[in-house]
Structures are given as C-alpha cells and as structure tokens.
C-alpha cells in the first residue's frame, strides 16, 4: 500500500519550476520591451535618406500623405487636433519622441506648420521618417 | 513516519495554479500587444521663433528650396546631387557655420529630408529648418 502511494506520486508531479523560470523571464522581457505604438493607419511614401536611423524611442507616428492630410491613430485628424492629441500621447508615455512619416510629395509647409503643433503639444523630439538608402 | 511526510507535503505545497494562469494570461498579453517595428527617420531642428536664436549672417550656410524644387546654395543655384559638395566647401571656409534650410510651403517633403540628409552627410552637425514667409 504504502509503495503503491509513493509511485503514484512521483508519476503526478512533474517540476515545473524550470518552465516558470523561462515563463517569468518572458514575461519581465516583454514587459520591458514593449512599447504601444499607434499605428497612423496609412503607409506614405518615405524619402530616402543616407544618414537615417532607427528612431528609439519613436512611439508617437504621425502622417502625411500626398495631398496633405494629416494622419493619426488609424483617423483623419486636423492641423488643430494635432497639439492635444500629441499632449495625450506624451502623458501615456512621457519619454517618448514623435516621427514624422510624411509622403514625398507632401508639401513642406503642412510638415512645418505640423512640427510647430507637436513642439506646442510639449514634444521637441521630432523625426522626419526616411528609408535607409542604399544599402536597404 | 507516513504521517510525518503527509504533513510535511501539505506545508510545503502552495497551489500556484492561478498565479500561473495570471501568468501565462500576462505573456500572453504582452507577446500580443509588442511591435518591434521602429521607425527610420532623420532628425530635424527647426529654430524656434524667438529671435535670440537668430544667427549672425556669417555664420549661417542658407540652403533655400523654391515651390518648384530649386535648390539654390548660397544664392547659387545647385542640383541635388552638387549640394553635398557645396556645402562641404561652405563648411571648409566656416567651419562653425550651422545650415539652414529654407523651405517654400509648396516644395516636397521629400526634397526637404533629401537636401536635410546631403547636409548632414557633407558634415554639418547642426541642420535647421525654416519656413519662408508667406
């Protein structure tokens, strides 16, 4: 009886301590790198630039497309939006940068007048989005 | 002695069954959630508008952009493959000298990073923009 008890449990428990060990370790790595980056909800053309770089802590994406819409968080949004909307996304993440995807054939006095919004907004971190020329 | 282990077991196993679910449900969650992606870009500077920034003129390598793409260097009008060059040897003669590019409301974006980029790459550490009076 008692030799039928202590087989049994060694059958049922299978350590799981290991498993937790690498549960946790993803999870504190995920945790630490995520960062919720809004989409804009439209894919400009992005010029392309020889000394772009990965921009760390762009978490807020702001549009342009070719006519001069401005884009934000998968909607349309206008010129006078811009500032508060930029002012709530720095309140959910107070590190971050903002980055400019405008369209090549945007006019650059839609991309100043939008810099000069997001730099109300409290943000002086701006990005203009560019493709990596040459190499990719 | 069968007692003593019974006990024993009881003490030392705490049931982490729904701390594992919360767990898994928080990686799961994250795993969800994460975007890698990060943007490429370029930096830009744009003066602010208080006039205290205002550069002597000597200091300043103007690059002026018109509504139809015209890059003009210095009042010299360039192509956007010579800019890079042009600025190099602006730099040459004033090496503490900061680009500054004036930009038409109606020119691309694309010229703008384009003619951004070519300055930073003749060396230029600072670039800022500026935007034509209307």
Do not use: C
Not at chain 1, 69 to 83: F, G, P, S, T, Y
């Amino acid at each position: 009886m008692a030799r039928r008890h202590a087989a049994q449990q060694e059958e049922t428990e299978i350590n799981i301590t290991p498993m937790l060990d690498i549960v946790f370790i993803m999870l504190i790595f995920f945790i630490v790198t995520t960062s919720f980056i809004k989409e804009t909800g439209i894919d400009p053309n992005r010029p392309e630039a020889e000394t772009a770089y990965k921009q760390e802590r762009g978490n807020i994406l702001i549009a342009i497309n070719s006519v001069g819409d401005i884009w934000m968080n998968k909607r349309k949004v206008e010129l006078a939006q811009v500032r508060q909307m930029v002012e709530q996304a720095k309140n959910e993440s107070p590190e971050s940068s903002v980055v400019i995807i405008a369209d090549e054939k945007a006019a650059t006095g839609v991309l100043i007048d939008l810099m000069d919004q997001i730099r109300m907004g409290g943000v002086s971190n701006i990005a203009v989005a560019a493709e990596q020329a040459g190499g990719g | 002695m069968r007692r003593r282990i019974a006990t024993h077991g009881e003490e030392a196993e705490i049931n982490i069954t729904p701390m594992l679910d919360i767990v898994f449900i928080m990686l799961i969650f994250f795993i969800v959630t994460t975007s890698f992606v990060k943007e490429v870009g370029i930096d830009v500077n744009r003066p602010s508008n208080a006039p205290v920034t205002e550069q002597k003129i000597s200091e300043v390598i103007a690059i002026r952009i018109d509504e139809t793409g015209i890059i003009s260097v210095q009042n010299r009008e360039v192509d956007i493959r010579a800019v890079r060059a042009n600025i190099e040897s602006e730099l040459a003669t004033k090496p503490e000298a900061s680009v500054v590019v004036i930009s038409d409301r109606d020119a691309d974006a694309g010229l703008l990073v384009r003619v951004i980029d070519q300055a930073r790459v003749a060396g230029a550490e600072k670039v800022s923009l500026a935007a034509m009076a209307r």
